[in-house]
């Protein structure tokens, strides 16, 4: 197996008394669609707030590509690659979607205000480049149509897509979704997996996501991580997870009417 | 009764230039205000002390130091953008109202210092005597003026630099907003995680909003400066933000050509009303200028919640 592109170890973050994270490791390997599953509250949004620098982590290592990204902001674990989704979508609802394509471009020098000035004629044609990269990738997500309209129009799970696409525009490496499919109806469902298992065999591109729906767990994710009250209890391909005892009796067991 | 309004002055051309010279500067002012409220969603309350500290340097570096004003206008420039720079390092990491009481305190420790710094500033004496290449200026504009039969209304010369001012600097914004630099900046105003989650540094982009204020507020600190003539504590006081605040929503949020319309119909509100002859004090009288311009405000947001010219569908589709 190739080196891990992912690497958690014993990762460690407490709101007050609670223990949110507790020791967690795990490691994903690259260009694998790995889930993250775990009854509520088991930590699986504040270690993707961990990962991407939404929450300082108290102690523990978190390494992306060889690199220590602990602790570092969001804006800087973005840069090197690793990109993520919400739970709740963060849709910028008074741009454009077009816009919210446009503004995710990682290589536009008149993003900077010195680079409007030392590159006053480069940003214009570069701009008419991401304009049209936006465009394309609207296009493979079925958001063409609504290039112009501003986001906050959009249905929730129209949101979700927009999500998932902007954050393309970044050329990430690896890409951690919240419940991509939460609030999403089936089809929409199905076109979100869909696209997953395409970028991943297209570009390599890395997926870590949080799902409920065991179902779709079981049928899409190379590798499955379990946690449960802050800690990883297992992971493993998705058929040994669903055997092994302890995540029964964490997970499977005490809420097993929701996960057939 | 009331001895009803006596319009007169309306007719004449100094009441319209005096009220277009001061909404003119506080337009300026509040182009800085736009910036940082209307297109970053930084709450600087503290832009009356980036203008005093622009003015101030302006004035000491001609006054005491006799620097030519060609040289000292961009380096009183440089050092209020610097100002802006050493507010925001600290302060832009807070958000909502705690960023608004940080700028509001540096507003006014800035006062203070002009207050109490005697040796620098001239204390509440002021300063004097900044203008002297203004009034050559002025003379020449004034001789060319005459030319078209307007060589007796002084107050031409200053509202064309002001709105020339205006102009240019309206320009730049509007050429700016529409750069990707200010798409990123539209979006930390809509949602700062969002704009982190895509790569983008907030923070960086906040303190360079902040700096470039307060060089729009230096600007109008000049300008200010050469309309009074005289630089003292209370020229620059931090009312100036709050009624900066009110063109701000009267124009409308985001639209830069806004703030010029809120500010002239704010400013003619304020004047016209000077001319409204009741049996009452003086500060009466002022406190019911400031009531009938309370009321406008209410007006607007009744009948227009998005400001004269804000767009409506970004105001209702925010957050």
Redesign the interface.
């Known amino acids: 197996m190739a080196d891990p592109i992912f690497v958690v170890r014993a990762l460690v973050k407490s709101f007050g008394g609670l223990r949110a994270v507790d020791e967690a490791s795990f490691d994903v390997s690259p260009a694998s669609i790995t889930a993250l599953i775990g009854p509520n509250g088991a930590g699986k949004t504040t270690l993707f707030n961990l990962a991407?620098?939404?929450i300082k982590p108290d102690r523990g290592s978190i390494e992306f590509d060889g690199e220590s990204i602990f602790g570092r902001?969001?804006?800087?674990v973005?840069?090197l690659g690793m990109?993520?989704t919400?739970q709740i979508t963060?849709?910028?609802?008074?741009?454009t979607v077009l816009?919210n394509m446009?503004?995710?471009?990682?290589d536009?020098p008149?993003?900077?205000?010195l680079?409007?000035v030392t590159h006053p004629f480069s940003?214009v044609p570069k701009?008419r480049a991401v304009r049209e990269r936006a465009m394309e990738l609207l296009e493979r997500f079925g958001l063409v149509a609504l290039a112009d309209a501003?986001?906050?129009?959009l249905s929730g799970g129209q949101r979700k897509l927009l999500e998932f696409a902007?954050?393309l525009m970044?050329k990430p490496r690896m890409v951690l979704l919240d419940e991509p499919l939460a609030g999403v109806n089936a089809v929409l469902g199905q076109q979100i997996l869909a696209h997953m298992h395409a970028l991943r065999s297209e570009q390599s591109l890395t997926f870590l996501f949080i799902e409920h729906d065991m179902e779709v767990v079981m049928n899409n994710a190379d590798r499955v991580i379990v946690m449960a009250l802050g800690r990883v209890i297992a992971s493993g391909l998705p058929d040994e997870v669903r055997r092994d005892q302890a995540v029964i009796d964490a997970y499977l067991g005490a809420h097993g009417e929701n996960v057939a | 009764m009331i001895d009803m309004i006596s319009l007169a002055p309306l007719g004449q051309a100094d009441f319209w230039l005096g009220v277009g010279v001061v909404a003119g500067i506080y337009s300026i002012f509040t182009l800085g205000l736009q910036l940082n409220v209307g297109l970053t969603g930084i709450v600087n309350l503290g832009q009356a002390g980036f203008m005093a500290i622009g003015a101030y340097a302006m004035a000491i570096l001609i006054v005491t130091y006799h620097w030519p004003p060609w040289l000292a206008l961009p380096a009183a420039t440089f050092v209020a953008m610097l100002a802006g720079v050493v507010v925001a390092l600290p302060s832009v990491r807070l958000r909502g109202d705690y960023l608004a009481m940080t700028t509001l305190a540096a507003a006014e420790i800035v006062q203070n210092v002009a207050q109490n710094a005697i040796g620098l500033t001239g204390g509440n004496n002021g300063l004097l005597g900044f203008d002297a290449a203004w009034q050559t200026i002025q003379v020449w504009m004034l001789g060319v003026l005459s030319a078209v039969g307007l060589g007796n209304e002084d107050q031409i010369p200053l509202f064309l630099v002001v709105w020339l001012t205006f102009g240019i600097i309206m320009l730049i914004l509007v050429a700016l907003q529409h750069t990707p630099w200010g798409r990123v900046l539209r979006a930390i105003r809509e949602d700062e995680d969002a704009a982190g989650a895509l790569g983008k540094n907030a923070y960086a982009y906040k303190v360079q909003s902040m700096a470039l204020a307060a060089g729009i507020g230096a600007i109008a600190g000049y300008l200010l400066a050469l309309n009074v003539t005289l630089i003292y504590p209370g020229t620059y006081s931090a009312d100036f933000t709050f009624i900066g605040f009110a063109i701000l929503v009267l124009g409308g949020l985001g639209r830069f050509a806004g703030v010029a319309l809120g500010s002239i119909l704010l400013w003619f509100v304020l004047e016209a009303t000077r001319f409204v002859d009741l049996p009452l004090a003086a500060d009466q009288v002022a406190a019911l200028r400031l009531l009938i311009v309370g009321l406008v405000l209410i007006l607007v947001m009744v009948l227009r919640p998005q400001g004269i010219a804000g767009k409506r569908e970004e105001m209702v589709l925010r957050g």
């Open positions: 991407t620098g939404f902001p969001p804006f800087a973005a840069r990109m993520r919400f963060k849709a910028l609802t008074a741009m816009e446009m503004l995710a471009a990682d536009q008149g993003e900077r205000i680079g409007l940003w701009e501003y986001a906050g129009i902007r954050l970044a």
